[in-house]
């Protein structure tokens, strides 16, 4: 009767205020989503960083995720070319650096120089890490698929890089300590409070 009650009290906390639905035109609104930079390198050997919020898993086995890029942009045909790119995830230290790499482009303005961000090498691509970001993913190009607007760029994990620091004594990745946004309707916002754990709501109390 207890955990009823407790079922019932935890129901109406999230109930929303209201349950009545406005249309909204077909759009993307899938959010929040990751800001990430990512790295990509010219064929004479420049490195640029691109920022973008159209990234995401696809696999787990093999890992694999992806980026769309609009064609237009600088980073679209380098990494057709390459077939290769890491995705740096930033800290919310990293938020402006973030933001600028994402509304300049590499044709005109050297970002790391301007962010005064640090190139390190990659374990297995060409492309360097973002140093200053806490997790990098090295990824290679499986599959590029045009969809319109943007190219989605399908890629295997090959290699990852995380800050010492997240690691914890039993060799844990402590993710939570590496202090990350994210993007929601063209704003940055710190991730809040850990509300529980993936499979939380059917854990047995003790």
Same mark, same amino acid.
């Given at each position: 009767?207890?955990?009823?009650?407790?079922?019932?009290?935890?129901?109406?906390?999230?109930?929303?205020?209201?349950?009545?639905?406005?249309?909204?035109?077909?759009? $993307?609104? /899938?959010? #929040? !989503? =990751? %800001?990430?930079? @990512?790295?990509?390198?010219?064929?004479?050997?420049? &490195?640029?960083? *691109?920022?973008?919020?159209?990234?995401?898993?696809?696999?787990?086995?093999?890992?694999?995720?992806?980026?769309?890029?609009?064609?237009?942009?600088?980073?679209?045909?380098?990494?057709?070319?390459?077939?290769?790119?890491?995705?740096?995830?930033?800290?919310?230290?990293?938020?402006?650096?973030?933001?600028?790499?994402?509304?300049?482009?590499?044709?005109?303005?050297?970002?790391?120089?301007? $962010?005064? /961000?640090? #190139? !390190? =090498? %990659?374990?297995? @691509?060409?492309?360097?890490?973002?140093?200053?970001? &806490?997790?990098? *993913?090295?990824?290679?190009?499986?599959?590029?698929?045009?969809?319109?607007?943007?190219?989605?760029?399908?890629?295997?994990?090959?290699?990852?890089?995380?800050?010492?620091?997240?690691?914890?004594?039993?060799?844990?990745?402590?993710?939570?300590?590496?202090?990350?946004?994210?993007?929601?309707?063209?704003?940055?916002?710190?991730?809040?409070?850990?509300?529980?754990?993936?499979?939380?709501?059917?854990?047995?109390?003790?």
């Amino acid at each position: 009767m207890r955990r009823e009650k407790r079922r019932r009290k935890r129901a109406r906390h999230h109930k929303p205020a209201s349950l009545k639905k406005l249309q909204w035109k077909p759009s $993307t609104l /899938l959010y #929040p !989503a =990751p %800001a990430v930079m @990512v790295t990509c390198i010219a064929p004479d050997g420049r &490195p640029n960083i *691109i920022t973008l919020a159209w990234a995401g898993t696809t696999c787990s086995d093999p890992p694999m995720l992806s980026i769309a890029i609009r064609p237009d942009r600088y980073s679209h045909p380098l990494i057709k070319e390459s077939g290769e790119f890491v995705v740096n995830i930033p800290s919310v230290a990293l938020a402006w650096a973030t933001d600028y790499c994402g509304v300049t482009s590499g044709r005109n303005v050297d970002k790391f120089a301007k $962010t005064r /961000l640090t #190139p !390190a =090498p %990659a374990l297995l @691509v060409k492309p360097p890490i973002i140093a200053e970001c &806490p997790i990098n *993913i090295e990824c290679k190009v499986t599959e590029t698929l045009n969809l319109g607007s943007h190219t989605m760029f399908l890629a295997k994990v090959v290699a990852i890089q995380a800050s010492e620091e997240l690691m914890t004594a039993d060799g844990r990745l402590a993710l939570e300590k590496a202090g990350l946004f994210a993007y929601a309707h063209g704003h940055y916002y710190a991730l809040g409070k850990r509300l529980g754990h993936f499979g939380y709501s059917i854990r047995k109390k003790k």
